[in-house]
């Protein structure tokens, strides 16, 4: 039971850990004083078209397709960083423990 519990409080603090981590990275690219990067738009732009849903190719919907694809960039980001901690983690804590 106890282990249990221990790995379900491992999987909340690294979804927490995830999704700060992201919200972070994402807090830090739409602080950046610059409009949306052109390969961005065209690649939006031929998704929607791609997609059947022309109705979102406008400049409005545009900029919240572009927050859409950087908060899951940040997201993929964020999750690689935390699973590489939890390796190393994982790693030290086996050295320690003396098992190889």
């Known amino acids: 039971m106890t282990r249990l519990c ?17 919200l972070g990275l994402l807090a830090l690219i739409e ?11 065209w690649f939006l732009r031929t998704l ?3 997609i059947g849903h022309e ?11 572009a927050f859409v694809l950087y908060l899951s960039i940040s ?17 030290y804590l086996a050295k320690r423990r003396g098992n190889p």
């Open 6 to 22: 221990s790995r379900c409080l491992l999987f909340v603090v690294n979804a927490i850990a995830t999704l700060a981590g992201a």
């Open 31 to 41: 602080r950046l004083p610059v409009s949306m990067p052109s390969p961005v738009y």
């Open 48 to 50: 929607v078209t791609a």
């Open 55 to 65: 109705e979102l190719d406008n400049p409005d919907d545009m900029f919240g397709l």
């Open 75 to 91: 997201l993929i980001i964020a999750a690689v960083i935390v699973a590489i901690c939890n390796v190393a983690i994982r790693r």
